[in-house]
């Protein structure tokens, strides 16, 4: 059974969010017309691995959701999670004109 205090810690918002990505696997797996124990032979999980993943528990170890989604062919997209060059926000932060540190040129005496 998962962890109730770890399990608390959960926002409300990423729970959703994990409740959304556990029935798109559940939606993906019946158009598929794969049985729950079908999708764990595959993955080589428990059913109740799977189970939990289509509820979208969020103690379930990212591996299992990322190995899941790898063996009904939707783990493409995922190099797009978190893609730096997507970072919006991060990239704004990066580039502040005002802000760069110049470092004073220093005056080599190359005469010998």
């Keep these: ?10 926002t409300d918002p990423v ?3 994990l409740s959304a990505l556990g029935e798109r696997v559940r939606l993906a797996r019946l158009r598929r017309q794969l049985r729950q124990e079908d999708l764990a032979e595959r993955t080589g999980f428990s059913r109740s691995t799977i189970v939990a993943i ?4 969020p103690t379930t170890a990212i591996g299992a959701y990322v190995q ?8 493409r997209e995922l190099d797009l999670v978190a893609d730096v ?22 005056i080599v005496d190359n005469d010998f």
Excluded: C, H, I, Q
Excluded at 68 to 75: E, I
């Design 68 to 75: 899941t989604l790898w063996v009904l062919g939707l783990d």
């Design 54 to 57: 289509e509820r979208g528990e």
């Design 1 to 10: 059974m998962a962890n109730k205090s770890l399990s608390t810690t959960f």
């Design 15 to 17: 729970r959703e969010r």
């Design 85 to 106: 060059g997507l970072d919006r926000e991060g990239l704004a932060l990066e580039y502040v004109p005002g802000e760069r540190r110049v470092r004073p040129r220093k």
